[in-house]
């Protein structure tokens, strides 16, 4: 069982940045690529970004390129999203999810094994 803990969240203005961290408490970190979604209200969860079990391959939405970075260290057991130049469009509930498998990246919330709660940003002057 992998138990998925996010941190990070808050209110920031239009143009600032945070970092997201999502900690498991697994001993096989290392053996789970890890992703993040968000859910906006009154929208579906929708694929951000994802980083593969080694760290080497990464993964985003068009809608955050250049903006976002993904990391982990696998330590740590830990992975991060830096979210730089926030807009109010990305408001949402950040949640990290795992997924054994594969030296890969995944997009798709249905391939993913384990989630967390989420951790609220809000982007807003």
């Known amino acids: 069982q992998v138990q998925l803990v996010e941190s990070g969240g808050g209110l920031v203005q239009p143009g600032g940045s945070l970092r997201l961290s999502c900690t498991s408490s697994?001993?096989?970190?290392?053996?789970?690529?890890m992703g993040w979604f968000r859910q906006a209200p009154g929208k579906e969860r929708e694929f951000v970004s994802a980083v593969s079990r080694s760290g080497i391959i990464t993964g985003y939405t068009d809608s955050v390129k250049g903006r976002f970075t993904i990391s982990r260290d696998n330590a740590k057991n830990t992975i991060y999203l830096r979210m730089n130049s926030l807009k109010p469009e990305d408001t949402a509930l950040y949640s990290c999810?795992?997924?054994?498998?594969?030296?890969?990246?995944?997009?798709?919330?249905?391939?993913?094994?384990?989630w967390g709660q989420g951790t609220q940003v809000t982007v807003s002057s």
């Open positions: 999810a795992a997924k054994g498998g594969g030296d890969w990246v995944y997009r798709s919330e249905s391939q993913y094994d384990y």
């Open positions: 697994g001993r096989t970190f290392s053996s789970y690529a």
